[in-house]
């Protein structure tokens, strides 16, 4: 419920935003004027979600050295990405009688990574009963599942039985009961981790496990990601089985030091963004905080990031200003870190006239900026904020005695990166 207000709210804090910045050049008593601004073919059908088991929670086991004719253990395959296929089904039969929730024939399964173990059930066509499928741990002779089991008939399937928490390396077991000698089934067994400080490539959808632990749990993430290109990130989130996708994305650097603001994404909102600005070849940690994905899902989510090349102009001094041309524009990027970059603009005007700043900030989600304007050395006005969800920012500059209006000469401009904050930015010489 948390996360559906919150969803709704970024439609309110959009219209809020909408408005901008406004700014304010003024030098001795002159006046100002501003304006802002997602194996085998089987034909199958989705079963009925699984069932909690009654009252009893453990199970007598009975193992034998080979479990189901065909089938002696599973591995469970690591959904790694988006792309990652499937186990192709492994075909048994049950060769005898198991009845529910008395005794249970325990097929092992190995885990391959630590998260969430699920498991698919198909029974075939022809099988002469319906088989239930458990997921859990064994202890001598008792196995006791996880509070989830599919009940699966004849010419039907379930995806995504247990959700049973797995460490990596360690055996686990699939209980199988039916009521007549020789039912038919077939099994696969996949996990979706959630293993925080995997490498994370660019362009690639990372899938995770979107719950932890008994009371499923949302895990915070870091993903590990070194970009080729200085410039920009943009973080998307994806979370199966939900028309919108949600949560919370966080930058940090090699030390693991947050670098950015709690940034939120929504799918479904221009605004609710994630960029970062970022130099190539060095190592960075993504967190993610809130992604989630649907039961019918397994509670998966993909992460993925995209890398593009922008110009760092690094016009830290004063004498290394970048002239800015009458109505031209100029881009460059901040990128993240613990301090706090500046970069120098001048340009010239050529005689007394109404003259105008301009910075273009959708790129920026995260911390403010701060722009002072300077006649030579003489600081004129205020030095003024840009918040980051302003998108813009417009500013007039006043100097000498004519309202709003500029006085001929050569002006700076110092843009400066306040805490947290990164991305691309581009300032114009309106007029």
Do not use: H
Not at 82 to 90: I, Q, R, V
């Amino acid at each position: 419920m948390k996360k559906v207000l919150k969803r709704l709210l970024v439609l309110t804090l959009v219209s809020m935003f909408a408005l901008g910045s406004t700014g304010v050049f003024a030098a001795e008593n002159a006046n100002v004027q501003a304006t802002l601004e997602k194996g085998e073919n089987i034909k199958v059908s989705k079963q009925t979600a699984a069932k909690p088991i009654e009252k009893s929670s453990n199970l007598k086991a009975i193992v034998k050295k080979s479990a189901l004719s065909n089938i002696n253990s599973l591995s469970a395959t690591t959904m790694t990405y988006s792309t990652t296929a499937k186990p192709a089904y492994a075909k048994g039969v049950i060769p005898g009688v198991y009845s529910t929730n008395t005794q249970v024939l325990c097929l092992p399964i190995k885990a391959n990574a630590t998260g969430k173990l699920w498991i698919d059930a198909v029974v075939p066509i022809g099988s002469p009963c319906s088989v239930q499928v458990y997921v859990g741990t064994l202890s001598g002779s008792t196995f006791t599942p996880v509070n989830d089991y599919g009940y699966v008939t004849a010419g039907k399937t379930d995806i995504g039985i247990g959700g049973l928490d797995v460490v990596a390396g360690r055996t686990y077991y699939i209980g199988l009961a039916n009521s007549k000698e020789n039912a038919l089934v077939n099994l696969r067994g996949y996990v979706y981790t959630y293993t925080s400080g995997r490498t994370l490539p660019v362009n690639k959808i990372m899938l995770s496990s979107g719950v932890k632990g008994s009371s499923n749990a949302t895990p915070s993430l870091l993903y590990k990601i070194k970009p080729s290109k200085t410039g920009t990130i943009s973080v998307s989130l994806t979370e199966y089985g939900m028309s919108s996708s949600a949560g919370y994305v966080t930058l940090y650097n090699s030390k693991k030091k947050a670098i950015s603001s709690k940034l939120w994404y929504y799918s479904k909102s221009s605004s609710s963004r994630a960029y970062f600005g970022v130099k190539a070849g060095t190592t960075y940690y993504i967190k993610i905080t809130d992604a989630r994905g649907s039961y019918s899902s397994q509670y998966k989510y993909g992460v993925k990031y995209t890398n593009t090349k922008v110009t760092d102009r690094n016009l830290s001094k004063k004498s290394k200003a970048k002239t800015i041309k009458r109505k031209k524009s100029v881009s460059t990027v901040f990128v993240a870190s613990t301090g706090k970059s500046v970069d120098w603009y001048k340009f010239k005007v050529t005689k007394k006239r109404k003259t105008q700043i301009k910075l273009y900030t959708s790129g920026i989600k995260s911390g403010n900026l701060y722009v002072t304007v300077y006649k030579g050395k003489k600081k004129i006005g205020s030095t003024k904020k840009v918040p980051y969800y302003a998108n813009s920012f417009t500013g007039t500059i006043t100097y000498g005695r004519s309202y709003g209006k500029a006085d001929k000469g050569t002006y700076y401009v110092k843009v400066q990166q306040g805490a947290k904050c990164s991305g691309k930015y581009s300032i114009k010489y309106v007029k």
